[in-house]
Structures are given as C-alpha cells and as structure tokens.
C-alpha cells in the first residue's frame, strides 16, 4: 500500500509539473494547449465584468450629472415665478443716447451732413399708410393688378426694418448677424413657415453666397410699408391659387413704391396734411444753431426735391421765432435731388437751381453760394469745391446702403439715424423683458453644459426628458420676448435667441455711431470723445441680463 502510494503521488507530481511547464510556454502537447485556453476564457470574463462595472460606473456619473443640471433648473425655476429684486439694480440703457462702434473725437469733426427724410424730418406713423395706399392704387390702375387689391389695408404689426425678400423664393426674411434664417421669421405671404417648410425649401438654415445673390434688403424706413404690400400680394395669389413668378411680384411693388417717390404723390400728399404726416421738432433747430455757433459746417445732401424739403422744414420749424423763412441760413450747402447712393461714385455736376422759376441754370458751378441750391453733382465735385476732408466731416443717414456706405468708403465719419432704436430700448429697460431674458440666458447656460457633458451615446431617457423640459422653457421666454417688440419678426437688432440681426451686422460695418434722432447729439459736449464700451463687442446698447440672477434668491 505505501509503495502504490508513494508511486500515484510521484506520477501526480511529475503530471504538476509539465503541467506547470507546458502553462509557463515550456512545456508542448495537450496539456499545455488546454490551459491556454482556460487562461484565455478567464481573461475575457474578467474583462467583460470590468466593462459591466465601468459602464454602470460611467451610468452613474451620468446620472450624476443630469440630477445636477436638473436640481440647478429646478432652483432656478422656483425664482420664476417673481421678478427678483435683483435685476431692478440692472444698469439700464439711454433711449436718447448715442451708441459707438468706432471711436469717434467729436472735437475733430468740423463739417455736419444731414439727409432729410427721417433724419432731419421727423414723421408721424400714419405715412406708411399713405404710401401703402398710393403704391398700391398704381399696382391695380397702372399694372392691372386684381381690383380686390384696393381692399388692402397696411397692417403697422408686420413688418420691421432690415428684412430680406428673396426673389426667387418669394420668402420674407429676417436673418441673424451671420447670414442664417431666423427660425421664426420666415414667411411666404401672411403665413410663417416651420422649420420644416424652411428646410424643404432652403435646404438649410444659412443662406450661401449664391442664394444671398437673389435677396434684396428692405433697410430704410420707408420699407415698411413695401414689406407688406409684397406679403399682401405674395397671400392673395396663393389664395386665389393663381401662379405667380416671386420675382415680378418685387419689380411690380418696388415700382411702384419708387413711382410714388420720383412722381411726388407721396410729397404732395404729406405737404397736403402736414401735421398729419410731420412732426414739429424744435430741438433740431436748436441742435443746428449750436452747431453753427461753435462755427461748423453744415450741409444738406437729400434725394428729394427742393419744393418738398422747403416746404416740410417751415412746417416744423415754424414755432420756432425767426427761423421760419430762414431755415436755409443754417446750412452752407444745400444740395437736392442728389440721386443717393450714385452721388457717390458717379460723376455728375452740379447745377444752379432757381427757386423762383423752377429751372436750373446752366452756367458751370464751380463754387457753392450763400442761400442758393443745387441739384445733383456728386462726391468728386463736391470735395473739390469744398475743399472738406474725410475724417473732419461726419454724415447723419437713416438708410445703411444709400446714405452711409459710400460715405464710409470716401471716409467720412458716419452717424446712423435709427427712429425704432428709442422704442426698442425702451422696451429693453423693462423689467419684464429683462426677466424673461435672464430665464433665457441661464436655460441656455444649463442647455450647454447638457451638451457639453454628454456623449450621443450617453444620453438616455432621463437626458431626454430634462432636454425637453429646458426647450419647453427656452421657447417659452422667446416667445415672450418676440411679442415685446413684434409679433411677427420680433426686435430689428436682436434674433429670438438674442443674438444680433443682419440689420444690426450692417449698423456695426457702415456706422460709426448711431442713435434714434441727431438732437440726440444735445446731450453730448461738442468737444466729447465717444468711445467704443470696452465690454461690448457688437452691438453697444445690448445688455446682458446675467444668468446668476437666479442663484443667490
């Protein structure tokens, strides 16, 4: 028995131990064949059980992440239901002030230029109308446009300043600072198009180089009332289920809103009535005179005829004592009929005009005269006449394209007049509006860490859920914004999101400043030195509501 013993444990210690050389790479055959095997078994399930581990590990630190972001929604949300105390302590911005792009040394500007309408002359709300009516009167009468056309009322709640029409299309546009289609401003007539429908026409949000070729801007004020007679026509051949070419509809309408400028309806229609149409204004004149006693140079560069302009100053200066009849006095240069934006590049000359006989002369002008008036000319012409460099001389224009951009380029200063800017501010400085912009900005600062924290692959059904409740709230506060301002295409400067428009992109190149009416420039010395706010890197009369609003309740 013992031998039999000490044989089986001999034979068991030898099998161990080519065993354990076979496992060891030294060893061959079977055994050693079997073990790798087992060893490659066991490291896959140790490795299946660490990624099960990492991946409820990794599930964890998602959750984590998400109960964070939501508890800080949550107590966010409970301090909408008030306005907090807080944001009364908010700087709020001047409607009456004047807002820099580039720095600008008032104490170097010896030379002002004015345009006339809607920077000089002030007007009620009512021209709109007038014009709307009168285009579209041309449209049936003139271009055989349906006759149920007449029936078309001007609607002031539709349109803003700096929207696009796109000929092609024939979609109203508002587009952001870097050329994309605000998502809830894009229409096709009267009816706002989804995303979808925006999509399925577009393709995508930005507007390419080619498709940027087929738009046209409506920037000036008096592209309110073309705005809504394009949509007004655009709707009523859908109505009517009548084909239509997007791009006639724009050469009919701008026809004939251009037909009621160079005929002189709309002119004799507001010299008609004009204090229905024009607004008294003895701050410009007093503007103008303190200019003239610090000895600057003013001139007057209009499109419009000089009968219109005469006509409209003595209405709106007319209570102002002993300036009446003598409004020409205050300008060295009086130019009329210019054909803006051509003055600027063209060469043209000048002529004489005769107030009394309503002719122009014929002899050279090669000077400017005291109390005469000039048509046409252009800008090569009147430097050399003038004698008046660049940078001394600053121009007042309400339309960015006609009156500023060649001015700019010939390096002028520039100061654009934008009437809405007041109202908008206004509307800015309210509480209300800021409330709902700090709710905006602090779902947007939890929308981005959302993104940010978590892979596609991470986010699950609490992801999701959390992701809806945050867009529900953030269109909930654009909403409310939009409404604020219009109800269609929402703030002129701003985007739904916050961001600036394209009109506000055209300010920031062709302004070196701008403000809602140049008797603004009463508030300011004549010597002051504007600067450009060193926190502010687009648009200077956007404030940021901050988010931590909320946090410290």
Not at 290 to 315: A, E, H, Q, R, W
Not at 467 to 473: I, K, R, S, T, Y
Request: net charge neutral; charged share 25%; glycine share 6%.
């Amino acid at each position: 028995m013992a031998s039999s013993f000490r044989r089986l444990v001999s034979i068991c210690s030898s099998s161990i131990k080519r065993t354990a050389c076979s496992a060891s790479g030294v060893g061959e055959g079977l055994g050693g064949s079997k073990l790798r095997g087992y060893s490659a078994i066991a490291s896959s399930r140790q490795i299946e059980l660490k990624s099960n581990d990492e991946a409820q590990s990794n599930t964890a630190v998602v959750d984590d992440e998400i109960a964070k972001i939501q508890h800080a929604f949550d107590a966010a949300r409970q301090g909408f239901h008030k306005i907090p105390e807080a944001l009364k302590e908010t700087p709020k911005m001047n409607p009456k002030g004047i807002y820099v792009n580039k720095n600008l040394r008032l104490d170097n500007i010896q030379v002002y230029g004015f345009d006339y309408d809607y920077t000089l002359a002030h007007y009620s709300a009512d021209l709109q109308s007038l014009i709307y009516d009168l285009a579209k009167e041309h449209m049936v009468n003139e271009l055989r446009y349906p006759d149920i056309c007449m029936d078309f009322e001007y609607d002031p709640t539709f349109p803003i300043r700096g929207l696009y029409y796109d000929r092609l299309k024939g979609c109203l546009l508002k587009l952001d600072f870097f050329g994309s289609i605000e998502p809830d401003g894009c229409y096709f007539g009267r009816n706002k198009l989804s995303r979808k429908e925006i999509k399925e026409i577009y393709g995508t949000r930005h507007i390419g180089r080619d498709q940027a070729r087929g738009l046209v801007g409506l920037m000036d004020f008096f592209c309110f009332s073309e705005a809504c007679l394009i949509a007004d026509i655009v709707q009523h051949f859908v109505d009517a289920k009548l084909e239509f070419d997007a791009c006639y509809i724009y050469e009919d309408v701008n026809h004939a809103i251009q037909h009621v400028h160079h005929s002189g309806l709309v002119h004799r229609g507001i010299l008609a009535d004009p204090s229905r149409y024009l607004v008294k204004n003895g701050e410009l004149l007093r503007f103008l005179r303190m200019l003239k006693n610090k000895g600057k140079k003013l001139f007057l560069l209009t499109n419009s005829p000089f009968y219109f302009v005469d006509g409209g100053m003595n209405f709106m200066l007319e209570d102002s004592t002993g300036y009446r009849d003598s409004w020409r006095e205050i300008f060295d240069v009086v130019i009329a009929k210019a054909n803006k934006p051509e003055f600027y590049t063209s060469e043209h000359p000048f002529r004489c005009y005769d107030t009394e006989k309503d002719t122009l002369a014929f002899t050279k002008v090669d000077s400017f005269l005291p109390n005469k008036i000039y048509y046409h000319g252009c800008l090569k012409s009147f430097l050399q006449i003038t004698k008046w460099n660049g940078p001394e001389v600053i121009y007042f224009g309400d339309h960015l394209f006609s009156d500023l951009r060649g001015p700019s380029k010939a390096g002028w200063r520039t100061a654009a007049i934008i009437h809405e800017l007041e109202s908008e501010i206004h509307t800015q400085n309210e509480d209300s509006y800021r409330f709902e912009q700090a709710k905006f900005h602090i779902i947007q600062e939890l929308l981005g860490k959302l993104h940010s924290t978590l892979r596609t692959s991470q986010r699950n059904a609490k992801y999701k859920s959390l992701m809806e409740e945050l867009n529900e709230e953030r269109q909930k506060a654009c909403s409310m914004m939009k409404r604020m301002f219009n109800r269609s295409f929402g703030a002129t400067f701003l985007t739904d999101t916050g961001q600036e428009s394209a009109f506000a992109y055209h300010i920031h190149q062709y302004a070196d400043v701008y403000t809602s009416k140049p008797e603004n420039f009463l508030f300011y010395p004549p010597e002051a030195w504007l600067h450009v706010p060193f926190d502010i890197k687009i648009m200077p009369h956007h404030v940021k509501v901050p988010s931590t609003l909320f946090k410290n309740q």
